[in-house]
């Protein structure tokens, strides 16, 4: 027999419900279940795609006052918050929220029924305020942006959890980029297969060329264009885990003497080096929107004449490049995007594809080839994150439950932006014409579909 209820927990049901009403709307009305902390439901469980989790009497007050969603996010994180079920469609709840909250009447309701919950019960329950790591990259009033040193330190943030961690969920060749489903029915490591040969036939790879990569990763694409296409290459990374992940996993396949990997910042490139063909998989969001014509500048140095560079990474939306008082409330008061920069990419930033392929051309690279594969990222995101909660156990005894939840969420909510067009995954090809303007490509692009 269940204890009866104190008549202050009493209050703070009907206050919780309250604050879920004004926040989410009717019970009857939502879509999904609520859960309570005295195990009581909120509107309708059963066929619902999730359930929000409120563990503790004062989660809500913690969550929602002041509503933002970086707050909702932290009440994850710190485990006042829960959700079981698909966490893709219950990362629509912050723009839900946001919809609800815009009027200052709400807002005073809300605020006024939140007060009237517990305040400390969190820390007494040990679910402490969460630290975004990221911070350290944040430190100073004026902090100047993309310095070599920043950088680094932002790209070890990321990449360093450790390969163990990444391995857990990338697949077998450890490729941490959208894959390519060219039929539909592939699994996670069929379409990353797919998706390297896709790259390297567009860059028209032959024997004997010389390729750099530029953000190598674990040297997956290195390896695969030396077996497949017979190059030799230079693959150059920030991380030095990475590093020695990728050097480790070139000797093994006996291309040591036919790839190098260095840990070297793409602006240090040597003026010397020349290369048939370059490459950059997923890391142009972390060069940032002032420095992409260095970045772009980089690669046409290195690159021979008539030589071919294939830029692979993510852009905001065109139907999302809005501006005004909605853009600006959404950024700053209710701190969207404020999760990814604390927590998962210090200091990236995503440019449109118009801004990205100006700053390629005024750096003499012409534009040969642009391909949006964002349904393939909604692909990819969710094999990785239902292999990431199915092996929930080994990823929280190598990185704890806080990094495990960190990128659990980071990877559902990245979903829900590529599915709705904010975000896109966009590959260009791009060429250094030769002295006369011509470039040796094929007619048509016949080459690259070929069965």
């Given at each position: 027999?269940?204890?009866?209820?104190?008549?202050?927990?009493?209050?703070?049901?009907?206050?919780?419900?309250?604050?879920?009403?004004?926040?989410?709307?009717?019970?009857?009305?939502?879509?999904?279940?609520?859960?309570?902390?005295?195990?009581?439901?909120?509107?309708?469980?059963?066929?619902?795609?999730?359930?929000?989790?409120?563990?503790?009497?004062?989660?809500?007050?913690?969550?929602?006052?002041?509503?933002?969603?970086?707050?909702?996010?932290?009440?994850?994180?710190?485990?006042?918050?829960?959700?079981?079920?698909?966490?893709?469609?219950?990362?629509?709840?912050?723009?839900?929220?946001?919809?609800?909250?815009?009027?200052?009447?709400?807002?005073?309701?809300?605020a006024r029924v939140l007060r009237a919950l517990p305040s400390d019960d969190g820390d007494a329950a040990g679910a402490q305020r969460p630290t975004g790591t990221g911070r350290r990259v944040h430190r100073g009033r004026v902090a100047v942006m993309h310095t070599r040193g920043?950088?680094?330190?932002?790209?070890?943030?990321?990449?360093?959890?450790?390969?163990?961690?990444?391995?857990?969920?990338?697949?077998?060749?450890?490729?941490?980029?959208?894959?390519?489903?060219?039929?539909?029915?592939?699994?996670?490591?069929?379409?990353?297969?797919?998706?390297?040969?896709?790259?390297?036939?567009?860059?028209?790879?032959?024997?004997?060329?010389?390729?750099?990569?530029?953000?190598?990763?674990?040297?997956?694409?290195?390896?695969?264009?030396?077996?497949?296409?017979?190059?030799?290459?230079?693959?150059?990374?920030?991380?030095?885990?990475?590093?020695?992940?990728?050097?480790?996993?070139?000797?093994?396949?006996?291309?040591?003497?036919?790839?190098?990997?260095?840990?070297?910042?793409?602006?240090?490139?040597?003026?010397?080096?020349?290369?048939?063909?370059?490459?950059?998989?997923?890391?142009?969001?972390?060069?940032?929107?002032?420095?992409?014509?260095?970045?772009?500048?980089?690669?046409?140095?290195?690159?021979?004449?008539?030589?071919?560079?294939?830029?692979?990474?993510?852009?905001?939306?065109?139907?999302?490049?809005?501006?005004?008082?909605?853009?600006?409330?959404?950024?700053?008061?209710?701190?969207?995007?404020?999760?990814?920069?604390?927590?998962?990419?210090?200091?990236?930033?995503?440019?449109?594809?118009?801004?990205?392929?100006?700053?390629?051309?005024h750096t003499g690279l012409e534009v040969r080839d642009v391909e949006n594969l964002r349904e393939h990222y909604v692909r990819t995101l969710r094999c990785w994150v239902e292999r990431l909660e199915h092996a929930h156990a080994e990823a929280v005894a190598l990185v704890g439950e806080h990094t495990y939840r960190v990128w659990r969420l980071y990877m559902a909510a990245t979903?829900?932006?590529?599915?709705?067009?904010?975000?896109?995954?966009?590959?260009?090809?791009?060429?250094?014409?030769?002295?006369?303007?011509?470039?040796?490509?094929?007619?048509?692009?016949?080459?690259?579909?070929?069965?």
């Amino acid at each position: 027999m269940s204890p009866v209820p104190r008549t202050h927990d009493v209050r703070a049901l009907a206050r919780a419900r309250e604050a879920l009403t004004i926040v989410f709307g009717p019970a009857e009305r939502r879509g999904f279940g609520v859960r309570l902390w005295d195990d009581s439901i909120d509107g309708a469980e059963g066929a619902a795609p999730f359930t929000l989790v409120v563990r503790r009497p004062g989660a809500l007050r913690r969550a929602l006052l002041p509503p933002s969603e970086l707050a909702l996010v932290e009440a994850y994180l710190r485990d006042d918050l829960d959700v079981e079920g698909d966490l893709g469609t219950a990362g629509r709840l912050g723009d839900l929220a946001a919809a609800r909250l815009r009027s200052p009447r709400a807002l005073l309701r809300l605020a006024r029924v939140l007060r009237a919950l517990p305040s400390d019960d969190g820390d007494a329950a040990g679910a402490q305020r969460p630290t975004g790591t990221g911070r350290r990259v944040h430190r100073g009033r004026v902090a100047v942006m993309h310095t070599r040193g920043r950088d680094a330190t932002a790209v070890r943030h990321h990449y360093d959890v450790g390969n163990d961690f990444y391995a857990l969920w990338l697949g077998r060749r450890s490729l941490y980029s959208c894959a390519y489903f060219p039929i539909g029915t592939e699994d996670l490591d069929a379409a990353q297969e797919v998706k390297l040969e896709h790259i390297c036939r567009k860059l028209r790879l032959s024997p004997g060329e010389h390729l750099l990569d530029i953000g190598c990763g674990w040297g997956g694409l290195l390896e695969y264009a030396a077996t497949h296409h017979g190059v030799s290459g230079v693959g150059i990374t920030l991380s030095a885990p990475q590093a020695d992940a990728a050097r480790a996993r070139l000797a093994a396949a006996g291309l040591d003497d036919r790839v190098r990997i260095e840990l070297r910042d793409y602006r240090d490139i040597p003026p010397d080096w020349r290369f048939d063909k370059v490459v950059s998989v997923g890391m142009r969001e972390h060069v940032g929107a002032a420095r992409l014509p260095a970045y772009f500048a980089a690669a046409h140095q290195a690159l021979r004449p008539g030589g071919l560079f294939l830029d692979h990474g993510i852009v905001r939306g065109g139907s999302f490049e809005q501006r005004g008082a909605v853009t600006w409330m959404k950024r700053r008061l209710w701190k969207r995007d404020a999760f990814i920069q604390r927590y998962v990419f210090p200091d990236g930033e995503l440019v449109p594809l118009g801004t990205l392929v100006g700053d390629a051309e005024h750096t003499g690279l012409e534009v040969r080839d642009v391909e949006n594969l964002r349904e393939h990222y909604v692909r990819t995101l969710r094999c990785w994150v239902e292999r990431l909660e199915h092996a929930h156990a080994e990823a929280v005894a190598l990185v704890g439950e806080h990094t495990y939840r960190v990128w659990r969420l980071y990877m559902a909510a990245t979903t829900l932006g590529f599915a709705s067009g904010r975000l896109t995954l966009v590959q260009t090809l791009l060429a250094k014409p030769l002295a006369d303007g011509s470039v040796s490509v094929p007619p048509s692009r016949a080459d690259v579909y070929r069965q």
